[in-house]
């Protein structure tokens, strides 16, 4: 008795839907297809315990405790050369390979280097998905006629993994069940038909299944080796020996049933560690270090087309409170370049309480980086290298001098002098102020004194270098009740007996003492 | 036939690019009008030397030392933009001595959008401010009131006017006057009841002159 597929027809759960891309050309490609055409493609770590230490060492082998005992889990090609083989015990390897580096099995970190994995394989598709501990699955349907067909895909794919250092199985198959085990049978497959998937299948050992070694084990005791043997079964006895779980798994593998995913959703701001083996208190390799995580974060950045405004660098110690280094910028940007030559401004005068053991990258809220156009050189003149914007400059000009100390200015409609005018912040994203129109025809001095001057006065006339000799005025200036800074002035304009042009006042608020005060309040340089 | 030979191998010296001749010597760039008619005939170039140092010595502040360049910048910050920088039109303050007032600065015809003040905290930090704006080839002119300005700093900051392309303008005391710098040019601005005097010092391919009451 042959297993009956299911009845109903196979029906792809709206969930499972790629999430409507952004790009014009993707979604022109996604809408059209039809609801069965989805392709799945597998990428198994089966070397990730070891991959997840990173590359360089090459006598290493990945040590687990398995119930109670160390056992080697996995070991370098080189190790394995040299004897040292998976279930032994450490000593033995040691014993056959004396340079042998062994590791503890870290689950957190294989988690983190798959994670990372995730984030770089999301620039082939937008719906990646991490299927298993070592299983990321990609929708790749969508993304055949961007990257020039399967096997360009594939080629793309499996030459970047390599390049990371990672030995990964791949597989392609319309559902991603069949593109898992397909993937985890160390096959090779690329299955486009549905129709295709129930032969490739037939043959793939049940060992890729990751079903329970006991389900395995009384399967291989009734002779039942391979997922062909499994479909010739009974659908109710075997739901019932060996669960619906595992008939359910098989239905959907075939594509008879549907099987959504959640698709993996990267994180949007960057956060990064680097942790060092013993404190270090060298400044220039802590810049190098800090160098380093600003590839990554601009890596991070890079692959979602968005830059960032804001940073924050924090250096750890063993036993101080953290010293952090927040750096910001006028607009936003990626480039490690960058942020560096600002991090090298701050960091110079930066106070470390103690020895650095961990330093920590954290990116900002990240908004969407616009490109901008390369200019031709038609006109026989390169533009210039080395020349930089003004908020270039600003920024560059802030982070040494400090923010407050950078700025531009702005005119405000208003009478009264020291209002009249208001710093503008160069920093604000995109600063739109509408520049006020002064009056045009009143007489008013280029410098303005920051708070009026009381000028000494000889017989009621006011004294500066000597007698002043009035030139014009007075221009009577009043009130301002809205905001109790009210003032009420004749300003005048004088000339001092050296020459200089000065606009001095009188203030006509007599309330607090007889005779009316005069003040310097500008210079006509 | 020998007289051949000898212009021949005179032309054949000629060529040989160690060879400086007094004739290839570009004349005095184009000035940039300061708009007294005044002074630029008196400045080679019919103004002020653009992508230099020029220092103006003053007796004290007020005395119109900052009319005298406005009409310049005015037309600096409303200019197209050149074909060699990114955004140009920027006028930078380098520790200015009072607050350059925005109401006076709109009426003289500068572009308020176009300022960038920089208050910089000590000596040093006022000529690495001004070294950078002007090498950045953002900012037409840089004015900065330097606390103390040596040969070697005049000469730095006339190589970053060079390299920005910009117009570096430092004001000085006038005890400064006997000082040696870089500047192309150096203008000494003092008055008195009688009116305004204005002295060329310095000026590169021009010579020394006395003005009066050119603002």
Known sequence: ???????????????????????????????????????????????????????????????????????????????????????????????????????????????????????????????????????????????????????????????????????????????????????????R????????????????????????????????????????????????????????????????????????????????????????????????????????????????????????????FTFFHLKAKATSLPLGGARADRAAGHWYELLRLRFEKLVLPEPVIAIRLRGGTTQALNGTSGRLAFDGRAPREHYYSMSQLAERLAARIGNESVHGVNAVADHRPQYAWSTRDLFAARAVDALARVRQGIERPLWLLPEPELLSTDNGYPLHQGKLRFVSGPERLETGWWDEHGIARDYYTAISPRGAGLWVFRNRDRHHGGEAAWYLHGIFG | MPRNSDTSSLEKLLENPRVWRARSQPGPAEGLSSGYAQLDRMLPGGGWPRQALTEILVEQYGIGELQLLMPALASLCTEEPGAESVEPGWIAWVAPPFQPYPPALQKCGINLARMLIVRPRNASEVLWSAEQALSSGTCAAVLLWPHVLDDQASRRLQLAAEKGGSWAIAFRPLSARHEPSAAALRLELSASHRGKRLAILKSRGGSPAVLHDVV
């Open chain 1, 189 to 312: 497959a690329c299955i486009r038909e549905p129709a295709n998937v129930m032969a490739a299948l037939r043959n793939l050992p049940l060992s890729c299944l990751d079903w329970p070694p006991t389900v395995l084990e009384s399967l291989a005791g009734m002779g039942i080796t391979d997922v062909g043997d499994c479909l010739r079964l009974p659908r109710e006895g075997f739901a019932r020996r060996f669960g619906v779980k595992r008939l359910l798994q098989l239905d959907r593998a075939l594509g008879h049933l549907p099987d959504p995913r959640n698709s993996w959703r990267a994180p949007e701001r960057f956060c990064a560690d680097f942790e060092m083996t013993e404190e270090q208190s060298d400044r220039e390799l802590l810049l190098t270090i800090c160098h380093e995580l600003l590839h990554a974060h601009e890596q991070f950045l890079l692959s979602r087309q968005l830059g960032t405004q804001r940073l924050l």
């Open chain 1, 1 to 187: 008795m042959t297993m009956r597929p299911a009845r109903r027809p196979p029906v792809i759960a709206r969930d499972n839907a790629p999430p409507p891309d952004t790009s014009a050309q993707h979604s022109q490609y996604a809408l059209p297809l039809a609801k069965e055409e989805r392709l799945w493609f597998c990428v198994y770590l089966p070397n990730l315990p070891l991959e997840a230490c990173g590359p360089g060492d090459k006598d290493l082998a990945v040590i687990e405790e398995q119930q109670g005992v160390h056992r080697v889990l996995l070991a370098s090609d080189h190790a394995r050369a040299a004897g040292v083989l998976p279930g032994q015990s450490p000593n033995a390897a040691l014993a056959l390979l004396p340079t042998l580096t062994l590791e503890e099995r870290s689950v957190i970190r294989e988690q983190q280097v798959l994670e990372l994995l995730a984030t770089w394989l999301e620039q082939f598709s937008s719906f990646v998905c991490v299927a298993g501990p070592d299983v990321l699955l990609l929708e790749i349907a969508g993304s055949l006629r961007l990257f020039g067909g399967l096997k360009s895909l594939r080629r793309q794919v499996a030459r970047g993994l390599e390049a990371q250092g990672f030995g990964a199985s791949l597989a392609i198959a319309p559902t991603p069940l069949a593109a898992t085990w397909l993937a985890r049978g160390r096959r």
